[in-house]
């Protein structure tokens, strides 16, 4: 059954990497055209954010009013609604390799970030502070092209390759694999 029927064409050039739920009525997209846009579906509009040097491949929501977002520039960014910026960055995030993957745990401080350097970051973002932090790193092979965090099992669950996921663009030698590890206490 659907419950509405519409079509939203998005007016910026570019196309949509990655699509994340940020409150009911809202969805929040980033693209390779280096922004990100929240859609507010009630309303039928959109408000257009940027801030990265280069396409933006992840984005997250970690809060009805606050997401994270990764690019091929190598930074992860975080970003509050009220701000057509991020509130803060940390550049070179995997030692100067692409955000190839983003995993939060909705309403949380939590996040984490993967590429292809052979690790995945987990980070606590300080929202009163306007930053972040990198609290640990956990070893990752090939590139990290999805990650899922389960608040329920405390496990985090990464899938590793050869190759990235929009493209060949670079390959590592690696299996493809899918990785659980376990991260807060059950």
């Known amino acids: 059954m659907c419950i509405r029927d519409r079509w939203y064409q998005r007016r910026v050039h570019g196309e949509i990497n990655q699509i994340d739920s940020l409150a009911d009525d809202q969805m929040i997209t980033c693209g390779f055209d280096k922004k990100v846009i929240v859609w507010k579906i009630k309303d039928e509009s959109q408000l257009v954010y940027s801030g990265h040097d280069y ?3 992840n984005i997250k929501a970690l809060a009805p009013s606050m997401f994270i977002s990764g690019s091929q520039d190598g930074s992860v960014s975080l970003w509050g609604l009220g701000k057509k910026k991020p509130v ?80 060949r663009w670079f390959t590592e030698k690696s299996k493809n694999v899918l990785k659980l590890y376990r991260i807060l206490p059950q």
């Open 88 to 167: 803060y960055s940390l550049e070179n995030a995997h030692d100067g390799k692409w955000i190839t993957s983003l995993g939060s745990i909705y309403n949380s401080d939590f996040f984490c970030s993967g590429s292809h350097n052979g690790k995945i970051n987990l980070y606590k973002a300080v929202p009163e502070k306007r930053l972040f932090q990198k609290m640990a790193e956990l070893p990752s092979n090939g590139v990290v092209n999805d990650i899922k965090i389960s608040r329920a099992t405390g496990m985090l669950a990464s899938i590793e390759g050869a190759e990235h996921r929009l493209g």
């Open 55 to 57: 396409s933006i491949d």
